[in-house]
């Protein structure tokens, strides 16, 4: 929903600022002396700018709530998955639980519990990579970056099974574009 | 001739140098962007190495071909108040140029292909040739150097003339009258140039500490570290390319609607807003960096939508001031100008919803982010530098 609702937000913004574009030309006459305009127009800005100011902080004061940090995040994950990119692979799991026993995954096949809290413990051994999870309709349910030196957390809950695939979104060479992999979960 | 007709030619015809090596190399790197945009759909086979140097180039290039263009608009339209070295825009017009040929030599000859951000440690990565990345190093030097020099030579002459803080538009705070009046151009110019300046020096220390890896590939660097510099550098290059656009609006759009655009006290505190605002936006390129600190995170999402008020608010109505029942003659000038204004706007506004960092979860690193800068500059910025080419072009006619 956050992507319609943004995208929503963009495209009538968009059409907006065009109509207004438009208006603003044809309204460039009958001419009138500038005194005549200035004085109401600046009473708009003083208004308009408010109004902005307004909206702004209570995008802000909603949208900084919602944070996809670990610690900004209240569920406490189940399961660890640690992730390591490379080039040009993605090295997956295995599953861990809360007390770092690993789960009976078979070896080489990454598949995750559904509805479970899941914890992505994300790093890179060479450059940087992006750790992007898409769904199989192909939308982005989830993201963070892969960075030599740092393990970045991304707390996940999936609720919907299926084959996710893994995509790398931080350009990494020649062969970035075929760095995928895939996650079931059920 | 005089000494100041003099000036006033060799402005002429150093803006119209500029102006024209720019238009071309614009043109060959849009071809570049569709020859990649062949290469994806698959109608023309370009092998993986050659379309990402074909896309570094096209990143780098844009980036650095747009901002010289916007300045040296800047640097003409300004030498109607100060004068600014036109030496030093000769000598720059080489650095540059030097630049130019390493940056094609290293991407289409060595293949050099991290990407316009050229995100530590990819560039190191040993797929291109050696060679090609110390010379793409150097060349970007070469370019750091020339936009620094252009960016101090300005703010030196401002300061002559209007003095450090009558260049910021300070004596508009003051009570009474204001005796020193400084043009609006010259305050978004001069806002410009200092974020640019300070940005620009933090890039050429990391691109120093590249070279350094280059030649000695044992060093190793903090990869957060760079990645925020790599930032602070190139978002800040590229939003002030803008600033620089919208300098040129302030400035010609008068011109042609017969009403003075003038500084005042609110105008003065917008930019003087921008000048903090926009060293700080740049944080929104790591919100998927979960190690950089929750605090800086914050500040990044509430630094980026505070930038994007005083500059549009004081604009779009400072802009609409000058039309609304002027009876302006909407020829291509005020007409471009006024469009630019339109798709920096539009583009704006993308950015905004994307700095949001819940929105940004689902948009970072994914096609709305090149379809947000290249809005901005193709409807937006591209539309101000054509205003201003036609307009050098008509004064001359």
Redesign the interface.
């Known amino acids: 929903m956050?992507?319609w609702y943004?995208g929503l937000?963009?495209l009538v913004?968009?059409i907006a600022?065009?109509l207004i574009?438009i208006w603003?030309?044809y309204?460039?006459?009958?001419?009138?002396p500038?005194e005549?305009?200035?004085g109401r127009?600046?009473k708009?800005?003083g208004r308009?700018?408010v109004v902005?100011?307004a909206v702004?902080v209570i995008?802000?004061l909603l949208?900084?709530r919602?944070?996809?940090?670990?610690?900004?995040v209240s569920a406490e994950p189940e399961y660890i998955v640690p992730v390591s990119g490379m080039?040009w692979s993605w090295q997956i799991g295995p599953l861990e639980d809360r007390d770092g026993n690993p789960s009976s995954n078979v070896a080489g096949t990454v598949v995750l519990p559904l509805g479970k809290t899941v914890e992505f413990q994300v790093t890179a051994k060479?450059?940087?990579h992006?750790f992007?999870i898409y769904n199989e309709q192909g939308q982005?349910v989830?993201?963070?970056?892969a960075?030599?030196?740092?393990?970045?957390?991304?707390v996940h809950t999936f609720t919907v099974p299926g084959k996710y695939e893994v995509l790398c979104?931080?350009?990494?060479?020649?062969?970035?574009?075929t760095m995928i992999s895939t996650i079931t979960v059920e | 001739m005089t000494d100041e007709t003099e000036q006033g030619t060799s402005a002429t015809l150093w803006a119209g140098v500029y102006s024209i090596t720019a238009l071309i190399l614009f043109v060959v790197l849009v071809l570049l962007g569709l020859v990649m945009r062949l290469g994806q759909s698959g109608a023309v086979a370009v092998r993986p190495d050659y379309f990402y140097a074909i896309m570094t180039l096209h990143g780098l290039g844009m980036a650095g071909v747009l901002y010289t263009a916007g300045y040296a608009a800047n640097w003409y339209l300004v030498s109607k108040y100060v004068q600014p070295s036109v030496a030093l825009m000769r000598f720059n017009f080489v650095l540059i140029l030097l630049g130019v040929v390493g940056l094609i030599v290293a991407t289409l000859v060595g293949r050099f292909g991290p990407g316009w951000y050229m995100l530590y440690p990819l560039p190191f990565l040993t797929t291109w040739a050696g060679w090609s990345i110390g010379l793409a190093v150097l060349s970007v030097m070469l370019l750091g150097t020339a936009w620094l020099l252009g960016q101090l030579d300005l703010l030196r002459v401002f300061a002559g003339k209007y003095g450090l803080s009558g260049m910021l538009g300070w004596q508009y705070f003051g009570k009474g009258e204001t005796r020193n009046e400084l043009p609006p151009m010259i305050l978004i110019v001069a806002v410009s140039m200092i974020a640019g300046a300070i940005t620009t020096i933090v890039g050429a220390g990391m691109l120093m500490l590249y070279l350094a890896q280059w030649l000695a590939p044992d060093l190793q660097f903090d990869a957060l570290l760079m990645k925020n510099a790599v930032f602070l550098f190139g978002h800040t290059l590229v939003n002030i390319t803008m600033y620089c656009g919208v300098a040129v609006v302030y400035e010609l759009l008068p011109e042609y609607s017969g009403r003075p655009w003038k500084t005042n006290a609110i105008v003065a505190l917008s930019w003087n807003a921008v000048l903090l605002l926009v060293l700080f936006a740049f944080f929104h390129h790591l919100y998927m960096d979960f190690a950089q600190p929750i605090a800086v995170q914050y500040f990044g999402q509430i630094a980026s939508f505070m930038s994007a008020v005083p500059a549009t608010v004081v604009t779009i109505f400072g802009a609409m001031a000058q039309v609304y029942r002027s009876g302006i003659r909407w020829n291509f000038v005020p007409l471009s100008l006024f469009f630019g204004l339109m798709g920096w706007i539009i583009g704006g506004l993308a950015a905004v919803v994307d700095s949001t960092i819940a929105v940004n979860s689902y948009f970072h690193n994914t096609l709305w982010v090149p379809a947000h800068f290249h809005t901005y500059f193709l409807v937006g910025f591209v539309f101000m530098l054509f205003s201003f080419v036609y307009h050098l072009v008509d004064a001359k006619a």
Not at chain 1, 142 to 145: E, I, L, S, Y
């Open positions: 956050t992507v943004a937000i963009t913004g968009a600022i065009f574009t603003l030309l309204g460039a006459t009958p001419a009138q500038a005549s305009v200035t127009l600046y708009v800005r308009y700018f902005l100011m702004l995008v802000l949208t900084l919602h944070l996809p940090y670990r610690s900004m080039i060479d450059v940087n992006g992007g982005l989830a993201q963070t970056q960075m030599p030196g740092y393990v970045n957390k991304l979104m931080e350009y990494c060479g020649l062969a970035h574009h």
